[in-house]
């Protein structure tokens, strides 16, 4: 009987060393994991997710993580009662905060569009440049231009300012302003 109570005791224990052991390599590959992983694949977790982000420039931008690329993140504020939805692009190197979560909401929103996407800024700028569309563009020392991007070069915008409410015409034009990527802080569509 003691013989028994010993082996039972043994095995106790190299179970209990067992357990631990197991316990103790999930925890390394996780932080092993979370070191390798930065901000895009981060995000990319978050698609479809409620965050809110603090901004170069005091700015704050809310909503769902629809499109994240190489180096940007497309957030879109619901849709007011008559309005449509807001989307804002902000470069990673603008983001000073993000806190997922934002208003509440956790994982995929149905039928919320999730992609990600691998081109860079310059590309995501020239499609709201194919686009015409108007745009507030913020810069990373909080002040907002207005207008429609006229081009997208290698490192820099083209925008020829204007009120967001009348179209892009030469007589509306107030001033063409070239913005480098690194000043921008968030473009928002009109």
Known sequence: ?????LFEDFEAQ?????????????????RRERATRGLQGRLVDLLGCD????????????????QVGQDWV?????????????????????????TP??????????????VSRRFGLGHALRGLSRD?????????????????IDGVGADL?????HPLDVPRRREHVVAVRWVPFAALAMVTRG
């Open 51 to 66: 965050v809110d982000a603090r901004v170069a420039g005091g700015a704050r931008a809310s909503g769902v993580v629809v």
């Open 101 to 114: 979560g934002g208003s509440g909401r956790r994982g995929p929103a149905d039928g919320a569009p999730q």
């Open 132 to 148: 015409r569309v108007a745009v507030r563009l913020q810069d990373i020392d909080g002040r907002v231009l207005t207008g429609t």
């Open 1 to 5: 009987m003691r013989w028994d109570r």
């Open 157 to 161: 915008v083209e925008l020829s300012e």
């Open 74 to 98: 497309i957030l879109e504020a619901p849709a007011a009662a008559t309005a449509v939805a807001v989307a804002s692009l902000v470069p990673f190197h603008a983001l000073r905060v993000l």
């Open 14 to 30: 190299l179970e209990a060393e067992r357990r631990l052991d197991l316990e103790l390599e999930v925890a390394d590959r996780t």
